[in-house]
């Protein structure tokens, strides 16, 4: 009985005879470095919050936490300053909203398709190449959007030369795989077997694509475009290239603007000096995004905890 | 009889639908696929917007020179040598501490509330935007450990950032090996460490090496981290060692594209091209790989 126990353990030397060989100790010394190693991850979440929270702290000694959210006025490095982030918030909230109004539909048009109406052989051709889309750096979407999709606009429509609508567009289309992928896992682990009994009570394709299997992926697809919201959010190199350096509490999309993210860049481009309140306010912002998106992942992890159909 | 009226009454309504029905899935096809085709039709036109742009500065002068003030004599050298530089001190960083926790979390840790907790932090952590890493980096890296705005500490910064793909990707390359592997190697009398270094890990190796191929082309596009950091984008001089400053590609051709001279803009476009084939030859060394070296038992 003992012995079964030890070789199930993975340790048969364990406690052989009482002695403490060297092998026991290496292999001590190895799960101990392994632990460590996991941990790291767990310290990268401390040094976030750390580095964030520090000088975030600072920020609120200077700035009034009130006019921070209430203010409609960002500008801290004007001699009346002024830091009123909803300028900020409300560029990244139209720039994402764009973003979603592309990705949103096109992506989960496309994962319907893939999933419930392509050949296996065109999705397996398909499915790769739109990924292709999400792997593209950031910073190439920047130049095709300042450089390629502003100027089309602007012989149509009269905007800016940096606008949130150029922006929004092209960072629609980076994050279109992440819906089109992701959607298109969630309705693919829907069992055959439910598709069988719709087309079995007479339904068309169709009928069992939007009525079965998409109400059964759905936390699945919620998470999927939770995800890409997230990451319109966060996005930086497409924002600041196309969108502009000025901000201003604006919904309009065919003006210059900045997000968040945009700001933080600006910033760190102009060496601003440690401890000054400049300094102070990327952290500030970097704080107030990094909670904007932290609260939209916990969201999408509770969703799909909450709503997820398991079928056996 | 009443009953057979109402089949025949159904089953003509039935017919009549029938057709709308077949149209609506019809109409949903081409739906679909004009939505793949506007993907797909973008992308197309990215790649040859770019490079209609970049043909005219594309030329061995362009891969050797160092950015200059006038565009006709700047090149990405600097750029090419500073993310080879970078991509190496990332992977050297990340890929043992990847793989290690990856072993951990799959061969050793118990099913306790400290797993869980790692488990959610880590999926937690690849939902968190990568400036927000930056602000990290520049806080503690460039900050409180006095690296200066250094190679080393963009490569640290970019190792948290890329950590927790390589830890998703090598677990599940962990957790596709047969549990046989692990009970012979136990049974014959092997140490789980000596399981996992002679059994475990070789017949993982292919899944765990894409995963982190595909990690550094996540780290070689990154631009916003190494901004705030304060990478330059005007830098004269190779890297000579982990403590030299640094720009990237990306940088670069931020650089490049945010100057209001058309010259410039092209180019930042015969950057993104050589970006593009960097990326283009690690995603297929990655798939070559997996497919070479992926063994079936």
């Not at chain 1, 700035?63 to 909803?86: D, H, K, N």
Request: aromatic share 10%.
């Amino acid at each position: 009985m003992a012995s079964t126990q030890r070789i199930a353990d993975g340790y048969p030397q364990r406690g052989n005879m009482g002695r403490n060989t060297a092998r026991d100790i290496r292999e001590r010394a190895i799960h101990l470095i392994l632990l460590a190693a996991a941990a790291v991850s767990i310290f990268t979440t401390i040094g976030i919050l750390f580095s964030l929270l520090g000088e975030t702290i600072s920020f609120f000694r200077n700035v009034s936490i009130v006019e921070y959210f209430t203010g409609t006025r960002w500008a801290p490095s004007f001699s009346r300053r002024s830091f009123g982030v909803l300028a900020l918030i409300s560029a990244t909230a139209m720039t994402s909203f764009i973003a979603m109004l592309i990705a949103v539909p096109l992506g989960l048009l496309a994962a319907i398709y893939l999933s419930e109406f392509a050949s296996r052989r065109a999705r397996s051709i398909i499915k790769p190449l739109l990924e292709i889309l999400a792997g593209i750096p950031t910073v190439v979407y920047g130049f095709f959007a300042l450089l390629f999709v502003t100027p089309l606009i602007r012989r149509v429509y009269d905007v800016d030369i940096f606008n949130s609508l150029s922006a929004g567009i092209v960072m629609g289309i980076a994050i279109l795989p992440l819906v089109s992928s992701l959607s298109e896992d969630a309705m693919s682990a829907v069992p055959n077997s439910l598709r069988e009994g719709a087309f079995g009570l007479g339904a068309t394709r169709f009928e069992v694509a939007t009525r079965v299997v998409f109400p059964a992926a759905l936390s699945g697809i919620v998470a999927s475009v939770i995800l890409a919201l997230s990451r319109a959010v966060g996005e930086t190199m497409i924002v600041a290239l196309a969108a502009g350096q000025r901000p201003r509490f604006t919904f309009d999309p065919t003006v210059a603007v900045q997000t968040m993210t945009s700001y933080i860049v600006s910033v760190s481009q102009g060496e601003a000096a440690v401890g000054s309140i400049q300094y102070q306010t990327i952290f500030a912002v970097g704080t107030t995004l990094f909670a904007i998106t932290f609260a939209m992942n916990l969201f999408s992890h509770w969703f799909v905890r909450r709503f997820r159909e398991v079928y056996d | 009889m009443a009953s057979s009226t109402q089949v025949a009454h159904g089953g003509a309504t039935f017919r009549t639908n029938l057709a709308t029905r077949r149209l609506k899935g019809a109409l949903f096809v081409a739906l679909g696929l004009a939505a793949v085709g506007i993907g797909l039709l973008t992308l197309l036109t990215l790649i040859i917007d770019v490079v209609v742009d970049a043909v005219p500065w594309l030329s061995w002068d362009f891969i050797t020179s160092y950015p200059s003030r006038f565009a006709e004599e700047s090149g990405i050298r600097a750029g090419l040598l500073g993310t080879v530089w970078l991509m190496a001190l990332t992977i050297l960083i990340a890929l043992p501490l990847g793989v290690l926790s990856a072993v951990y979390l799959e061969e050793y840790a118990g099913d306790n509330r400290f797993t869980r907790f790692v488990q959610v932090n880590i999926a937690n952590l690849a939902g968190v935007p990568s400036i927000v890493y930056g602000l990290l980096g520049l806080q503690i890296f460039v900050r409180m450990m006095r690296l200066e705005r250094s190679l080393l500490a963009g490569a640290l910064t970019m190792a948290l950032l890329i950590l927790p793909i390589i830890i998703v990707a090598s677990r599940e390359a962990i957790r596709a090996v047969p549990s046989s592997f692990r009970d012979a190697s136990l049974a014959l009398g092997a140490t789980k460490w000596q399981t996992v270094r002679n059994h475990v890990l070789p017949y993982a190796f292919p899944g765990i090496l894409t995963g982190n191929i595909l990690a550094a082309s996540r780290a070689i596009g990154e631009t916003a981290p190494l901004l705030v950091i304060g990478a330059l984008a005007y830098v004269a001089t190779s890297p000579s060692g982990p403590l030299s400053r640094f720009t990237v590609l990306p940088i670069q051709i931020y650089n490049w594209t945010s100057l209001p001279q058309q010259d410039f803009h092209g180019l930042a476009a015969a950057g993104i091209v050589v970006l593009l084939a960097v990326l283009l030859t690690m995603n297929s060394i990655a798939i070559y790989l997996r497919q070479r070296l992926s063994r079936r038992y």
